[in-house]
């Protein structure tokens, strides 16, 4: 699983939390569920505007602990890639397949219970991901 650490800091009834690595701004909530829930997903919107791919990995924990000591709890902040693939801005196109095939695709996607263009995302995206 993939994650970025926060510090998490609790100052009188607020409990802020911060990307060291992230030129995010602070997230202030009343509670630390609160908290947490916004920090998850600010940073799956940041990741979606990064496009996944033009950002610096994260920093490990003693790293973090190294540069922030003291400043409040590490914690650290799973990627939730379905929040980051919701974020992630789209643009139509035209495919063209051959209709027999299409038709294979169709009923394929109607079983699993998905729209078309999820599973061709998905295809795609794996066949990138195995043929590098």
Known sequence: MEFYYAIFRQIEDTVSAYFPDLGLPQIKENNWDEAYENAVAA????????????????????????????????????????????????????????????????RYRAKKGIRRSTLLLDAVTDYMKNNR
Do not use: C, H
């Open 43 to 106: 940073l799956a919107e940041w990741l979606a505007e990064k496009e996944m791919g033009n950002f610096t990995r994260p920093s490990t924990y003693d790293e973090v602990r190294q540069k922030n000591r003291n400043q409040g709890e590490i914690i650290p902040v799973p990627v939730d890639k379905e929040i980051v693939k919701n974020q992630q801005k789209t643009k139509r196109f035209s495919v063209v397949f051959p209709t027999a095939l299409l038709q294979k695709v169709d």
